[in-house]
């Protein structure tokens, strides 16, 4: 059992990681910054540092667990972190680099992003990520900008994630129902889905972190009925690519209406 109230371990831990060199801010984010969470919630910090970062720094606190070289966690805008267990509670601690959070804001302002790899994303993740972090965030020690949802990148990304979507469910339909592969029409569908999910929340103006809940959130969970109805029949593999094309095309279309 933890031995701190949750205030003052929330107060130590930000001041240890506020005092690592290099480091301007700390934040609090997930659902805990949200006020959505669990009792049991991991407890989701970023530090965010200006120049060289070293981990070592990090791993000298002594804390429990594994902490990553900068960029081990893909080497783009998520750019690694630590799993750590502090006065037996789980806390995941990001790094952030605030020369890279600086420049990716000045491109979503523009409405200019790229989609990067990263685990546990179906879609991958926008570089405008580390921007919607200082959005939703909360800052617990320092000082960092915030930032309104750009009309630019309203704009310019809920093309770019549809029409990632609609390539996505014609190469399914082109080049795996014909061959009754199921699971990879079942994965398309699911990516197509969750590039989708991305192009309404972005055409709503609403910032999107991570993952979870995303599909919920857009309103596409009626895609849910297609892939539980699969069968590896190409026609019928063929068919639910068809309606889940209509469906989440519709949805975008909707969203961009308003």
């Known amino acids: 059992m933890p031995s701190l109230p949750d205030q003052v371990f929330l107060d130590t831990t930000a001041d240890r990681l506020a005092a690592l060199p290099t480091v301007r801010a700390v934040t609090l984010g997930g659902s805990?910054?949200?006020?959505?969470h669990r009792p049991d919630s991991d407890w989701d910090m970023a530090i965010y540092y200006r120049g060289a970062f070293d981990p070592a720094d990090l791993r000298a606190v002594g804390w429990t667990g594994e902490v990553s070289e900068i960029g081990a966690w893909g080497g783009g805008v998520f750019n690694g972190g630590a799993w750590l267990t502090i006065d037996e509670r789980r806390v995941d601690v990001h790094y952030r680099d605030l020369d890279v959070v600086e420049h990716q804001m000045a491109e979503a302002e523009a409405g200019r992003?790229?989609?990067e790899p990263?685990?546990?994303?179906?879609?991958?993740?926008?570089?405008?990520?580390v921007v919607a972090e200082l959005a939703i965030n909360e800052v617990l020690r320092g000082e960092l900008p915030r930032s309104a949802y750009p009309?630019?990148?309203r704009a310019t990304a809920p093309g770019r994630w549809h029409g990632d979507a609609a390539a996505t469910l014609a190469y399914a339909k082109a080049g795996h129902a014909p061959k009754s592969a199921l699971t990879q029409v079942a994965g398309a569908i699911a990516l197509a889905t969750a590039q989708t999910a991305h192009a309404v929340m972005a055409a709503r103006g609403q910032w999107v972190t991570n993952e979870k809940g995303l599909v919920e959130r857009a309103g596409l969970t009626a895609v849910d009925a297609l892939t539980a109805g699969l069968t590896p029949d190409p026609e019928a593999l063929a068919a639910r690519v068809t309606?889940?094309?209509?469906?989440?095309a519709r949805a975008v279309e909707a969203a961009v209406r308003g």
């Open 32 to 36: 805990r910054a949200q006020g959505t």
């Open 113 to 115: 992003f790229r989609i």
């Open 118 to 129: 990263l685990m546990f994303h179906l879609a991958g993740i926008p570089t405008y990520l």
């Open 151 to 153: 009309d630019a990148l």
């Open 243 to 248: 309606e889940a094309d209509v469906l989440l």
